[in-house]
C-alpha cells in the first residue's frame, strides 16, 4: 500500500516521464545518425560512379581524338610520297620510256591511293602502289646511269625516309586503336561506349605480320 502511494507522488510521477522522453530521445537520436550515415554513404557512392563514368568518357575522347590525329599523320606522309611518285616516273621515263605498262600501273596505283579515305580502302591501296613501286624500280636495275643520276638518287632518298615515316606513322596508329578498341570492349567502359556512341575503329595492316616486321626498302 505505501508503495502504491509513493509511485503516485507527482515528484516520482514526473521523473518516470523525464526518463522515458530521454530515452525517446536517444532512440530518435541514434535513428537519425543512421538514416544520416546510410544517405551519406549513398551520395559516396553516387559521386564515385559519376567521377568513374567521368573519368572512363574523357580516356574514350582523348584515345578517340589520338586516333584521328595519328591517321592525319598517316595521311599526310602518304599524300608526300603521292606527290613524289610523278617525279620519281618522269626520272625513269627518261630513261626507258618504252616501259609504258609499268608506267601506267603506277600513275593508276597512285590515283586509287588518293582516293581512298578508310583503312580497309588505303590498305588495297598500298599494297598495290608498292607493288607497282618495286615493278619501277625493277625497271631502274636495268639501267646504271639511271642509278647514277643525282636526281634519281635524291628521290630514291625522299621515298625512302618517307616509307619509314608512314610505317612508323602507321604502327603508333594501330597501337593507338588497339587501346581504343579494347577499351571499347572492357567492363564497364564498354556499357558507357555504347551509352554515348563510341565505336571500334578500323587497324592499319598493310600486309601479312611476318613481311611487316620487315624494314622497308626501296634502295637496290
Request: hydrophobic share 45%; with cysteine; proline share 3%.
Amino acid at each position: 500500500m505505501g508503495l502504491f502511494l509513493r509511485s503516485c507522488i507527482p515528484g516520482n510521477r514526473f521523473k518516470n516521464t523525464y526518463i522515458n522522453s530521454q530515452i525517446s530521445i536517444t532512440f530518435r537520436s541514434i535513428s537519425d545518425r543512421r538514416r544520416t550515415m546510410t544517405l551519406l554513404i549513398i551520395l559516396i557512392i553516387l559521386a564515385a560512379l559519376i567521377i568513374m563514368v567521368i573519368a572512363i568518357y574523357n580516356k574514350l575522347v582523348r584515345l578517340r581524338n589520338t586516333v584521328k590525329s595519328s591517321w592525319s599523320d598517316i595521311d599526310v606522309q602518304c599524300k608526300k610520297r603521292y606527290d613524289l611518285v610523278p617525279n620519281l616516273v618522269e626520272t625513269v621515263k627518261g630513261y626507258a620510256s618504252h616501259e609504258k605498262a609499268v608506267f601506267e600501273k603506277v600513275t593508276q596505283a597512285r590515283a586509287m591511293a588518293m582516293q581512298a579515305t578508310t583503312p580497309q580502302e588505303m590498305e588495297k591501296a598500298e599494297n598495290m602502289l608498292r607493288d607497282t613501286l618495286k615493278s619501277l624500280f625493277a625497271v631502274a636495275e636495268a639501267y646504271p646511269d639511271l642509278k647514277a643520276n643525282a636526281n634519281f638518287i635524291q628521290l630514291q632518298s625522299q621515298l625512302q625516309e618517307l616509307e619509314n615515316n608512314i610505317e612508323y606513322a602507321r604502327r603508333y596508329y594501330n597501337a593507338v586503336v588497339r587501346d581504343y578498341n579494347i577499351l571499347i570492349e572492357s567492363f564497364p567502359s564498354n556499357l558507357i561506349a555504347s551509352q554515348f556512341g563510341f565505336k571500334q575503329e578500323e587497324l592499319f595492316q598493310l600486309e601479312a605480320p611476318e613481311v611487316e616486321r620487315k624494314p622497308v626498302k626501296v634502295s637496290f
